[in-house]
């Protein structure tokens, strides 16, 4: 079993900042790509933020030039950091990552629990 645990979710105002981490934890062989999501009430899952096992990076075009995301391997995490964050950020972030699970390999995708992540004054 493999699972995701994230923190540092909560209140911030706008133009501050956040990290998000995610951990991974359980039988795992490696770890490929990594990735943010969000979501809003009302509104479908975004990815907002992806990074493969050789560190290339994507990014939401939402958040371009504000979140970074990145990754320590020997930790089996993954951060995103998000600053200059505006109100429209407001969503519940969940972290995603596909794992191959130690043997008997197994490809899995797992989710984190999600973060609330509140931008507001």
């Known amino acids: 079993q493999v699972q995701l645990v994230e923190s540092g979710g909560g209140l911030v105002q706008p133009g501050g900042s956040l990290r998000l981490s995610c951990a991974a934890s359980g039988s795992i062989f490696s770890i490929n790509a990594m990735g943010w999501y969000r979501q809003a009430p009302g509104k479908q899952r975004e990815l907002v933020a992806a990074i493969s096992s050789g560190g290339s990076t994507n990014y939401a075009d939402s958040v371009k030039g504000r979140f970074t995301i990145s990754r320590d391997n020997a930790k089996n995490t993954v951060y995103l950091q998000s600053n200059s964050l505006k109100p429209e950020d407001t969503a519940v972030y969940y972290c995603?990552?596909?794992?191959?699970?130690?043997?008997?390999?197994?490809?899995?995708?797992?989710w984190g629990q999600g973060s609330l992540v509140t931008v507001s004054s």
């Open positions: 995603n990552a596909k794992v191959a699970t130690s043997p008997p390999i197994r490809q899995l995708e797992v």
